[in-house]
Each structure stands twice: as structure tokens, then as C-alpha cells.
């Protein structure tokens, strides 16, 4: 904990991030993975995760204003999925931030992709928290600036929530209810099993996966995978 905060206020990460935290504990919060301490990012990392969609839909709206709805959302799932998210992680400069607990450290957590792109979705939680939406917007499009946005992004191949998420929207209907309704095994190599809830249908179907996000994708392919068997 003392490296960590050590090189915190040293100043280099805050000034990667072009934000001085007054509040520096949110800050360390947002690096402390779950293998650490009962008190950890996820709850930041579940913030950030809105606040970031949010940012990323508005830079969306204004540079690509001729695309319509369904590929606005496709070249948004590019932006954030986690190989994108950790690239970004990695560019800041979050490799060898993070606080991990020793099994963790010792499996490579400080380089894995899930780890360093869910902290910083936490940091962005953070940076909401300490000084709110604007400076959080403003970091989201520091991160993105070297990011060649166009529409041919929407090419990519879809991810599974997204996937679901424009079936959903193309009939009109509320868009899916994600819960991690358990999670097993030691601290450092959690399995977490989620459900993926389409209420007008009342339809539930379950996922598991090695992060939360994982584990969403997982309950939206096994949705999909319902929704296709179903009489049209």
C-alpha cells in the first residue's frame, strides 16, 4: 500500500490524468482491486462504466451527426469493450498501479486485461465523484483523442450485449437487467455467474465469466441464444 501511495503523491499518475484529486483517497480506492482489501473498485468501476458510456455516446452524436442510431451504438461498443479499455489502461500508465493481492500478483494480475480496464473505469468513477460530470467528460475525451473515430467502425463485429441490446431497441422494449447474483472461488480468480433479465418477456437466462463483464457477455449470448429458438 505504501508504493502504491508513494508514487500517488508523487503527482505522475494525476498529472497523466490532467486531474489534481482533493479527494485522494477515491483515487487509491479506484486502484485497489478485490484480491486486496474487502474495499475495492467495483464500485467505482460499476460508475465509471455509466459515466463513460455516457461521454462516449455524446462525442458519438457530434463527430459522426450523419450515422444513424444502430451504428452509433456499434462504433460505441468498439470504444469501450475491454481490449479498447485496456489499451487506454495501458497508455495511462495504470500497469503496476494497481493494488493486487499477492496470489493475484503472482498469476500476472498487474497485466491483465480485465483488471487494468475495470480500474480505469473506476478512475473515471473517481474523477466523477471528486470534482463531477464535466471533469469526468473531459477525461473521457483526453482518453480518446488518439482514437481515429469514423464510421467504419461500425464493421467490427458485434459483441454479444450489444447484440441483444439492438434486438431489444428494434422492438421497442427496455433494455436488459444485469445482475452478478453469486461468485465463487479464492479472491484472485473469482468466477462470477450473472443474469441477463428481459422483463418483457420475463425471461431470465444465466452467464458465467472471470469478471463481471465477462460474465454479462456470457448471460447475453445465452439470451440470444434463447431468443433465436423462440417462434417468430
Not at 490532467?18 to 467505482?44: G, M, P, Y
Not at 456499434?74 to 479498447?84: G, H, I, S
Not at 473506476?122 to 475525451?141: H, K, N, P, R, T
Request: charged fraction near 20%; include cysteine.
Amino acid at each position: 500500500m505504501a508504493e502504491v501511495h508513494d508514487k500517488l503523491t508523487t503527482s505522475s499518475l494525476q498529472d497523466r490524468l490532467q486531474h489534481r484529486f482533493a479527494q485522494l483517497h477515491l483515487l487509491e480506492l479506484a486502484l485497489t482491486h478485490r484480491s486486496f482489501s474487502s474495499q475495492h473498485n467495483e464500485r467505482l468501476e460499476f460508475l465509471g462504466d455509466s459515466v463513460l458510456n455516457l461521454a462516449v455516446s455524446r462525442m458519438l452524436y457530434l463527430a459522426l451527426s450523419d450515422q444513424p442510431e444502430g451504428d452509433l451504438s456499434r462504433v460505441r461498443a468498439n470504444l469501450v469493450k475491454q481490449d479498447t479499455l485496456h489499451r487506454l489502461a495501458v497508455d495511462m500508465g495504470l500497469t503496476g498501479m494497481i493494488r493486487l493481492g499477492e496470489g493475484e500478483m503472482r498469476s500476472g494480475g498487474q497485466q491483465r486485461p480485465s483488471i487494468l480496464a475495470d480500474a480505469l473505469e473506476a478512475v473515471i468513477g473517481a474523477v466523477f465523484l471528486d470534482a463531477g460530470y464535466q471533469a469526468a467528460e473531459s477525461l473521457v475525451l483526453r482518453l480518446f483523442e488518439k482514437v481515429a473515430i469514423s464510421p467504419t467502425m461500425t464493421a467490427a463485429a458485434k459483441d454479444p450485449k450489444t447484440e441483444l441490446q439492438e434486438w431489444l431497441q428494434g422492438r421497442r422494449m427496455q433494455l436488459p437487467i444485469y445482475r452478478v447474483v453469486g461468485t465463487t472461488g479464492a479472491a484472485h480468480q473469482q468466477i462470477f455467474d450473472v443474469e441477463c433479465e428481459i422483463v418483457e418477456l420475463k425471461q431470465t437466462q444465466r452467464g458465467i465469466g472471470n469478471s463481471r463483464r465477462s460474465g454479462e457477455q456470457s448471460a447475453a449470448t445465452a439470451m440470444l441464444q434463447w431468443l433465436q429458438e423462440q417462434p417468430s
